[in-house]
């Protein structure tokens, strides 16, 4: 029997007083250990319970109710002792309910699932199910943190395809680290990297790119004319835009707006400012999120864009992230020293202040450019006046052309389009 058809049988058993039925604390767990279960949603379980054979019991809706609760919990990050206290209330009070004491929890988050539950057993839409709850004010915080779960899980679990993550063989790892000072590895990263199809694939695409003929260089040629730095920069960028790129979680699917955001502004400076960066401006920019895919707060957080009043807004722009704990870059540093991409890589990612370094001045104002496009729609706020003139003084560039530069950019990202007018 399936974990979900077993809680609910279950359940049943213990509003109906079984002797049989669980104990409390038993019954509760076995709500969360069903509520971990990677496969269920709540329009999921609805489906499967309503095409169960057997019985539904007194109160088949019960099971609906107590994994809103379970999964409202784990979203918001609530204690595990006010979780068990929430799902012991529903529970009681449901089971009083049959005998004919009606005594509601106060709980915001018991009252809307159970709502929610009981209107979608009984055929009600979900959206129809979320509406009819709005004109209670008094419910208003549960329902925006129930609705926020349900809207997750339809966009972001229902929708998302189930991608399982393929590291690279070790002996790849190994064999293109040690390419530069061995060259009797050579014949094995070939081997190895035709073992890759995709990845050969993108390393023979890019050579070829780079010369005039029409037909595709083979592997060996293509990393004879890369060479090992860019050949290892290629390597990393296709893994990142393999495994980077499924979001699962709302905030980090803004991230990897911002990151894209960020690789154009950097590489439209580069080619302006004729400012040679250590790497190239896609792998800076997936090195620039990487510590944030390992963060627990990208993970909870349901929002990006923070609404700022004059006193409220950071002092300084480079504070991009709308996290309580900040990445710092470690992971992505190691990384790099890993790869043995080139050592002033380094100060680039920590953001390290330096007014007279045109590298760390132009990620710093592409950085800056990236919260202006994204966060402020292109308008600059006057108590960042300062800062991007330091950045643009050091690269010798003006502020029309930032400007220009940010409106083309935005535009074919789709972030803003600065020559639209805003509909009333």
Known sequence: MSPLLSLHQAL???????????????????????????????????????????????????????????????????????????ISQCLVSRQRSLGGKTSRPLSQIIRVSQVLGESLWEG?????????????????????????????????????????????????LIAIR???????????????????????????????????????????????????????????????????NWPYFPLRDALLVRRALLASFIEGLQVSLNVELPCHPDLLSYLWIYDCWYQSDWNTYITWNRKYSVHQLPLQPLDW?????????????????YWRLPSTLKQILLLNQAPDNKRVALTELAVIMTALAFEHGGELPSQWSNEIALRMNTLGITWREVRELMNYVSTTQHAYCPFEPIPL
């Open 124 to 172: 009600e839409s979900l959206g129809r199910s979320l509406g009819k709850l709005t004109r209670y004010r008094y419910l208003a915080q549960g329902l925006e943190l129930v609705a926020q779960v349900v809207h997750y899980q339809v966009q972001f679990l229902e929708s998302a395809p189930h991608h399982k993550l393929r590291p690279l063989p070790r002996k790849l």
């Open 321 to 337: 992230q709308p996290v309580r704990r900040k990445a710092r870059s470690e992971r992505a540093t190691k990384l790099a020293e």
């Open 12 to 86: 049943q058993q213990f509003l109906a007083k079984h002797e049989q039925a669980l104990p409390l604390n038993e019954l509760i767990q076995q709500v969360l250990d069903t509520a971990n279960e990677d496969s269920l949603t709540l329009l999921a379980c609805l489906e499967i319970l309503r095409a169960s054979p057997k019985e539904q019991g007194a109160m088949p809706w019960l099971t609906l109710e107590l994994l809103l609760i379970a999964w409202s919990a784990q979203y918001r990050q609530l204690s595990k002792r006010y979780t068990l206290s929430l």
């Open 178 to 244: 040690t390419w530069p000072e061995n060259d009797e590895v050579f014949p094995k990263l070939v081997a190895a990297l035709e073992q890759q199809s995709a990845l050969s694939f993108r390393i023979r695409e890019q050579a070829t790119a780079q010369t005039d003929q029409h037909k595709l260089l083979s592997l060996k040629q293509a990393l004879l004319w890369l060479g090992p730095e860019r050949s290892r920069e290629l390597v990393l960028v296709t893994h990142f835009e393999t495994h980077l």
